[in-house]
């Protein structure tokens, strides 16, 4: 990576990092039931971000939720995709669709529409 790359990349990393705190960990723990948003289980649990750094996702209430370290490691390019193609990818269309409307219908519930307001996904 070039120079010029490398500090656009550490700028638009640095500048996903708004606000988190333990309240809001303890928070989106609770809305999945201590749970990963995907599978349901409770064992290597990690956040995540909904809508990734990468497609211009922040560190803020709404955009981060619980999952297991299967689901969080190794995405297979989930970095590439919206959260949605992504879940399509992973789950199939049926699934995938499901498990994506829940998230965000739990992630805009839970954070009073943090996730539209500072969102760059679009559907």
């Given at each position: 990576?070039?120079?010029?790359a490398?500090?656009?990349?550490?700028?638009?990393?640095?500048?996903?990092?708004v606000?988190?705190?333990?309240?809001?960990t303890i928070?989106?723990?609770?809305?999945?039931?201590?749970?990963?948003?995907?599978?349901?289980?409770?064992?290597?649990?990690?956040l995540?971000?909904?809508?990734?750094?990468k497609r211009?996702?922040?560190?803020?209430?709404?955009?981060?939720?619980?999952?297991?370290?299967?689901?969080?490691?190794?995405?297979?390019?989930?970095h590439?995709?919206?959260?949605?193609?992504?879940?399509?990818?992973?789950?199939?269309?049926?699934n995938?669709?499901?498990?994506y409307q829940?998230?965000?219908?739990?992630?805009?519930?839970?954070?009073?529409?943090?996730?539209?307001?500072?969102?760059?996904e679009?559907g």
């Amino acid at each position: 990576m070039n120079k010029l790359a490398k500090k656009r990349y550490n700028k638009k990393r640095n500048d996903a990092y708004v606000y988190w705190s333990d309240d809001e960990t303890i928070r989106i723990m609770f809305a999945f039931n201590n749970s990963c948003a995907y599978c349901g289980s409770k064992y290597n649990i990690e956040l995540d971000h909904f809508i990734p750094i990468k497609r211009g996702g922040k560190t803020i209430p709404g955009n981060i939720y619980p999952v297991c370290r299967e689901h969080n490691r190794g995405k297979d390019g989930k970095h590439a995709k919206l959260p949605r193609d992504w879940a399509i990818w992973k789950f199939g269309f049926e699934n995938g669709d499901s498990l994506y409307q829940d998230i965000k219908r739990i992630l805009q519930i839970h954070y009073e529409g943090w996730y539209y307001r500072n969102s760059t996904e679009v559907g």
